[in-house]
């Protein structure tokens, strides 16, 4: 069965940081590029961070430059993606996709299907 595992979400205050992981299982992630989306209560599901599947390029939303880092290590079928001073609005569930072709201009909108979606991880950023 081919899953894509989010963790390592939590309850974080403002200014504090998380580290999410994406697994895969059933198939290798080596081959592609991955995307983190999240979605936000009562909002569209929105990419945030993109890295190819060598890892030399990534793309990241204007609302979290600077503050996060996407990173993979094919070696262990893993992606993740470090938050940094977190805000209360990165609050919602985050999820990871295989994506692609690039990491370029609208990658968020070639999410590849043959992948199901995860049930994402939990982040809340609140005092």
């Known amino acids: 069965q081919l899953q894509l595992v989010e963790s390592g979400g939590g309850l974080v205050q403002p200014g504090g940081s998380l580290r999410l992981s994406c697994a895969a299982s059933?198939?290798?992630?080596?081959?592609?590029?991955i995307g983190w989306f999240r979605q936000a209560p009562g909002k569209e599901r929105e990419g945030v961070s993109c890295?190819?599947?060598?890892?030399?390029?990534?793309n990241y939303a204007d609302s979290v430059k600077g503050r996060f880092t996407i990173a993979r290590d094919n070696a262990k079928n893993t992606v993740y993606l470090q938050m940094n001073s977190l805000k209360p609005e990165d609050t919602g569930i985050y999820y990871c996709?295989?994506?692609?072709?690039?990491?370029?201009?609208?990658?968020?909108?070639?999410?590849?299907?043959?992948?199901?979606w995860g049930q994402g991880t939990q982040v809340t950023v609140s005092s």
């Open positions: 996709a295989a994506v692609g072709p690039s990491c370029g201009s609208s990658w968020s909108l070639r999410r590849l299907s043959f992948v199901p």
């Open positions: 059933g198939f290798t992630l080596d081959y592609y590029d």
């Open positions: 890295i190819t599947s060598r890892g030399g390029n990534t």
